[in-house]
């Protein structure tokens, strides 16, 4: 089957009872055991028949052997740590999502695990790290929100030559356009409040693992730690994904027109886009992804107020997150990578002035003429300043 398809017809998307074609939303939290430990399903923290049809639908796209639906991107992380115990070293990219960085931060690291933040980019480097008490990679690629790109398949070598665990948040990417597995990956985790869900209406998060013992590992601290998926979210969540590749196909469309609108604006001076041929990661990006994906980020020229230009935009939306259909747009500084200590982020190339794009799936003519008209208001500002100090 292929991607399109196994978005409509892979995992569970009928209902074995009733042949409904919307899996239906179970809510129960016990089920009724004709003979005891015979039955499918026994309480819903430890399965449940609209979770499970998510799961196995997961499974499928990434091309794993089970899947698993947490409560938020959060939970499936740090479910995913729990595999890992104190004395334990794990290898991160540097360039993580800013809540993963606060939960290493502020609460693995008082379990005892200890860390080493590289650019995983540099394989050497990577290499360079592993220690003996080293369990495991974990990366983002593309990264947020520089967008910088890692050889997926390079580092799993890296991670299989030493017998550590190699583990990719796969979130920016979506299935549609990247899938880790088949790169030779262990673990690959969504958040799934972004492009899987992609309406902007459920906060969820999902785990694929690629062998039947991680699957058995993982399955246990599901149930033992308890951050799962609801019903009424994992219907929400299934339903996004069936539109994932029509939705994608739109993105990314869209990204193309937006980059080489940026590309020309003078008061751009630097884009970060794996699609970019000037852009170091791009020859990995080509040949790993399916597409660039649909997240730019870029600076405005010294002196420019990104508050200002992303305040004055009308179409596109000031908020977090990303993967929406509407447009979002943020300044990671202020917002998403607010949690990270000014020196770390300046250190890892964020800059005060960074502003992220989720380029939605609106008509490309209104979306370029929103941005255009937010820059034309930062000319009339800066005319402004300059008449200003010239006044003083
Ligand atoms: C949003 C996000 C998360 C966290 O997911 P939640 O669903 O918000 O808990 C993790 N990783 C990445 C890359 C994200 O963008």
Same mark, same amino acid.
């Given at each position: ?31 009724? /055991? %004709?003979?005891?430990?015979?039955? /499918? ?51 991160? +990219? ?36 592993? /220690? ?72 969820? +998060? ?15 601290? /599901?149930?033992?730690? +308890?951050?799962?998926?609801?019903? %009424?979210?994992?219907?929400?969540? %299934? ?83 990303? +993967? ?69």
């Amino acid at each position: 089957m292929k991607f399109d398809t196994k978005l409509l017809h892979a995992g569970i998307s009928e209902d074995q009872y009733t042949g409904a074609t919307s899996i239906p939303i179970y809510m129960a939290s016990t089920f009724h /055991q %004709q003979k005891i430990g015979q039955s /499918q399903y026994e309480y819903s923290r430890s399965g449940n028949p609209t979770r499970e049809a998510v799961e196995k639908l997961i499974a499928d796209l990434e091309g794993g052997v089970a899947g698993f639906a947490f409560s938020s991107g959060s939970a499936a992380i740090n479910t995913v740590f729990s595999l890992f115990s104190a004395g334990d070293h794990i290898i991160v +990219g540097n360039d993580v999502y800013g809540g993963t960085f606060r939960l290493i931060d502020s609460v693995l690291k008082r379990f005892g695990m200890t860390f080493t933040v590289v650019d995983t980019r540099d394989l050497a480097a990577v290499e360079d790290v592993v /220690q003996e008490n080293t369990q495991a990679i974990y990366l983002e690629t593309p990264t947020n929100p520089l967008l910088h790109v890692t050889d997926i398949q390079a580092v799993a070598q890296i991670a299989k030559r030493h017998g550590i665990l190699s583990i990719i948040d796969n979130t920016f990417a979506s299935p549609y356009v990247q899938r880790p597995l088949e790169l030779g990956v262990d673990i690959v985790l969504h958040s799934a409040s972004k492009y899987l869900g992609g309406h902007s209406d459920v906060i969820a +998060g999902l785990v694929v693992a690629a062998t039947p013992e991680l699957a058995e590992r993982i399955g246990y601290l /599901q149930n033992a730690i +308890g951050s799962i998926l609801a019903p %009424q979210e994992s219907w929400l969540l %299934q339903r996004g994904i069936k539109t994932l590749a029509l939705r994608m196909r739109a993105h990314l469309a869209n990204t193309e027109k937006v980059f080489e609108y940026l590309a020309n604006q003078e008061l751009v001076s630097k884009i970060y886009y794996p699609g970019d041929p000037d852009n170091p990661d791009y020859e990995v990006a080509r040949q790993q992804m399916h597409g660039f994906g649909a997240m730019i980020s870029f600076e405005l020229q010294p002196g420019l107020d990104p508050r200002e230009f992303v305040e004055g935009l009308k179409l596109v939306t000031l908020a977090e997150s990303l +993967g929406a259909l509407e447009s979002l747009i943020e300044i990671p500084a202020l917002m998403t990578h607010g949690a990270i200590p000014r020196e770390i982020r300046l250190e890892n190339g964020i800059k005060d002035e960074l502003i992220r794009l989720s380029v939605g799936v609106e008509d490309s003519q209104d979306l370029l003429a929103d941005l255009e008209q937010g820059f034309a208001n930062l000319k009339g500002s800066q005319t402004h300043a300059a008449n200003g100090a010239l006044n003083s």
